[in-house]
């Protein structure tokens, strides 16, 4: 038997590979003290407001991402259905331009962020940005630069754990948060059969491409790095922003 053989004979099943991936839900953003104390209603609103400009962050460099992704990808039929990620966040060009309907994520959190008070000046200037938060996301981008595609594209699901949070979200904030205009929360609703779709594709590319033991623990080590980076995000907000904060420096 080659070496070769004897990998894809050690590989996990399709299922025991898929339940590996999910068992790592336990490092999931959701479970960071920040967010559990923003989904219970316990933050000012100032956190709230420095934890939505700095999300704007990582929400405008997905589709930065997403490109990177698309540029190393040489299958034609895998970048028509990517490419459709970039046009959720960025927008389609309608007859009503990307303000309607046609907004695209990167808008409508834009929308989120006004809902909290923030300008669109200073979400769209990234003022707010902590070192932190950029270099975790930048971290991301970089790696989608550099990865081979389909690497680039495991890294995505961590997205598996995400529609959980974006109903806790829905399900809380309206009560926790009733200074939040309910029109602000459309991302989360929007982002919900985005997720699910973009998850169903990533685990294809990844059964596809994980054929070997070696590769499966690769997948695994990949999306530590990209729980790792949400988690960073966290902390950093979570500095940046303790309930003493003197209110000359709150957002
Ligand atoms: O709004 C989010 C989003 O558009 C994406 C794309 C995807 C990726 O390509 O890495 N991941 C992701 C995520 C979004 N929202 C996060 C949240 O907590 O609201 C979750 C995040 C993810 O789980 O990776």
């Known amino acids: ?4 053989q004897q990998q894809q004979q050690d590989a996990w099943s399709p299922q025991a ?3 590996n991936l999910r068992a790592m839900e336990s490092r999931y953003h959701s479970h960071h003290p920040f967010n559990r104390r923003l989904n219970a209603g316990e933050l000012q609103p100032f956190q709230v407001r420095g934890w939505v ?3 704007f962050y990582y929400q405008c460099r997905i589709p930065v991402k997403d490109a990177a992704i698309l540029s190393n ?5 895998t970048r028509r259905r990517w490419v459709v990620r970039m046009l959720d966040h960025d927008g ?3 007859h009503d331009g990307h303000e309607g309907a046609n907004a695209g994520g990167i808008e409508i959190w834009t929308r989120l962020g006004i809902a909290t008070g923030l300008e669109r000046e200073t979400l769209e200037s990234h003022a707010l940005v902590l070192p932190g938060v950029r270099f975790a996301v930048d971290a991301y981008v970089n790696f989608a630069r550099t990865a ?4 680039a594209v495991i890294s995505s699901l961590t997205e598996m754990f995400a529609p959980r949070i974006h109903k806790d979200r829905l399900a809380g904030w309206p009560t926790h948060y009733p ?4 029109s602000g929360l459309d991302y989360f609703r929007s982002r919900i059969p985005l997720a699910d779709r973009d998850v169903e ?6 059964m596809q491409w994980c054929t070997t033991r070696e590769r499966q623990e690769r997948a695994l080590q990949i999306l530590g790095f990209k729980l790792d980076i949400l988690w960073a995000m966290l902390d950093a907000i979570e500095r940046a922003y303790p309930d003493d904060l003197a209110k000359a420096q709150q957002p």
């Open 179 to 182: 200074w939040i205009d309910t």
């Open 201 to 206: 594709h990533g685990l294809e590319v990844a």
């Open 92 to 94: 389609h060009d309608g």
């Open 17 to 19: 590979f898929a339940s």
């Open 148 to 151: 081979p595609w389909q690497e």
């Open 1 to 4: 038997m080659t070496q070769q």
């Open 73 to 77: 990808c040489d299958d034609r039929a």
């Open 53 to 55: 400009a700095n999300r």
